[in-house]
């Protein structure tokens, strides 16, 4: 999910270049191309009952589902934060937004002290003194502080911040 939200992203960013330079065709075809990729992710890498994004597990055996996906949503292996990707890069549906955003809130799930671990404490594989397994890295600070900027969550941001500078060593 994360590698296609950022093709969606520089797809849209090709288009706003394109227009700049009086390329009309070639706009509208990178903004078409991004329209899709976008609709691709708000489709195939949601789960509306958990209410975040993840990853798909392809194999070469895997078939595409009624509604076009292929492979298997990663639920099982937890939030991570790929799932507030697409709102870093403004491509996820405001709805969908929203409930990634109230799972990034939530004290018991990203919240915590230093905010935006690299795994949820939900998450199964959870440690905060394993690599990737819960540390927080500041780039992915940086894309949750973003990802809840972008769809009104401003105030959030800021407290987040502050927070981060309170309590971060090293």
């Known amino acids: 999910v994360e590698l296609n939200s950022y093709l969606a992203m520089e797809k849209q960013i090709l288009a706003d270049i394109a227009s700049e330079l009086a390329q009309a065709e070639l706009a509208v075809n990178y903004q078409t191309q991004a329209k899709q990729l976008m609709q691709k992710i708000n489709l195939c890498f949601y789960d509306e009952q958990t209410g975040y994004f993840y990853d798909r597990q392809l194999s070469e055996s895997n078939k595409s589902t ?8 990663l639920v099982k292996r937890g939030k991570g934060p790929e799932g507030w990707s697409p709102l870093w890069t403004k491509i996820a549906d405001n709805d969908k937004a929203q409930a990634v955003i109230k799972q990034m809130l939530d004290k018991n799930t990203f919240n915590s002290l230093i905010p935006f671990g690299t795994a949820a404490q939900t998450n199964p594989a959870y440690d905060p003194d394993i690599y990737w ?6 780039d992915q600070f940086y894309f949750a502080i973003g990802a809840l900027s972008h769809y009104g969550h401003r105030k959030s941001a800021d407290k987040l911040v502050t927070r981060l500078y309170q309590h971060a060593q090293g």
């Open 133 to 138: 397994r819960g540390r927080v890295w500041l």
């Open 66 to 73: 009624a509604n076009g996906c292929t492979g298997k949503l």
